[in-house]
């Protein structure tokens, strides 16, 4: 195992700094390689040398470039020694929404108000199910348009929405994910001159949506919300 005294975990997350010191000496290596190379500025003008936000040693080093050196000088030497890659999602070391987090409060403004998980819905009807089942049966067709069949949609599922839901569910295997999002309508311009999005909860518009995961599900959240705040005015 490496010793903490030559690499510094100080800018890890908590869950990522029992891991790492936990973790054989390869597995650091492989987290280390995982991430971004940088160069971070002191207190007193000198500079640190990170990889994945590890400090590679103990040195201040006198400028940006001769940290970025050192840094990449042991990149190069990781490369070398074949390690295996880290699945940082199923290990829950994953730092995407804090990478996320960036892009939402700045640029793409929305929120998540339901998760539905249908699986969990077989026997009872939660709340937030209730709610779903009170849309229109056109926009709950146009909700699963790419994980049925589209004559399907058009016929059985309109006819019967929304008193035999469960039982289409089951026909269908549909037992993922529903997600209500929330966002609030940009407005003109829908960014300030310092690029801080203009915009008011006052006046927002909702939709809900579908995938087999969670993630599938928020990535076509994702999507929607950016077509509105990075389509041009």
């Given at each position: 195992?490496?010793?903490?005294?030559?690499?510094?975990?100080?800018?890890?997350?908590?869950?990522?700094?029992?891991?790492?010191?936990?973790?054989?000496?390869?597995?650091?290596?492989?987290?280390?390689?995982?991430?971004?190379?940088?160069?971070?500025?002191?207190?007193?003008?000198?500079?640190?040398?990170?990889?994945?936000?590890?400090?590679?040693?103990?040195?201040?080093?006198?400028?940006?470039?001769?940290?970025?050196e050192a840094a990449y000088n042991l990149l190069a030497e990781l490369l070398k020694?074949?390690?295996?890659?880290?699945?940082?999602?199923?290990?829950?070391?994953?730092?995407?929404?804090?990478?996320?987090?960036?892009?939402?409060?700045?640029?793409?403004?929305?929120?998540?108000?339901?998760?539905?998980?249908?699986?969990?819905?077989?026997?009872?009807?939660?709340?937030?199910?209730?709610?779903?089942?009170?849309?229109?049966?056109?926009?709950?067709?146009?909700?699963?348009?790419?994980?049925?069949?589209?004559?399907?949609?058009?016929?059985?599922?309109?006819?019967?929405?929304?008193?035999?839901?469960?039982?289409?569910?089951?026909?269908?295997?549909?037992?993922?994910?529903?997600?209500?999002?929330?966002?609030?309508?940009?407005?003109?311009?829908?960014?300030?001159?310092?690029?801080?999005?203009?915009?008011?909860?006052?006046?927002?518009?909702?939709?809900?949506?579908?995938?087999?995961?969670?993630?599938?599900?928020?990535?076509?959240?994702?999507?929607?919300?950016?077509?509105?705040?990075?389509?041009?005015?």
């Amino acid at each position: 195992m490496i010793s903490q005294n030559q690499y510094s975990t100080d800018y890890l997350n908590y869950r990522q700094k029992l891991w790492f010191q936990q973790a054989s000496e390869r597995e650091q290596k492989a987290f280390m390689l995982a991430g971004d190379v940088e160069a971070r500025r002191s207190r007193d003008g000198q500079y640190g040398a990170f990889m994945n936000n590890v400090r590679i040693d103990e040195i201040l080093y006198p400028s940006k470039a001769a940290a970025y050196e050192a840094a990449y000088n042991l990149l190069a030497e990781l490369l070398k020694e074949n390690l295996q890659l880290i699945d940082f999602e199923e290990l829950g070391l994953s730092s995407i929404n804090r990478s996320l987090g960036t892009e939402l409060t700045q640029k793409t403004i929305f929120d998540i108000h339901q998760i539905i998980h249908l699986a969990a819905n077989l026997t009872n009807k939660s709340p937030g199910l209730k709610e779903f089942l009170q849309l229109s049966g056109e926009e709950a067709k146009n909700i699963f348009i790419d994980i049925a069949y589209p004559k399907d949609l058009a016929t059985s599922f309109l006819k019967t929405w929304p008193s035999e839901f469960k039982s289409w569910m089951n026909q269908n295997d549909v037992f993922g994910f529903l997600v209500k999002a929330v966002m609030p309508r940009p407005k003109c311009p829908k960014y300030t001159s310092y690029g801080e999005a203009r915009f008011s909860w006052e006046d927002q518009q909702t939709k809900w949506f579908y995938g087999e995961t969670y993630q599938i599900a928020f990535n076509k959240v994702f999507i929607w919300a950016k077509h509105f705040w990075w389509s041009e005015e």
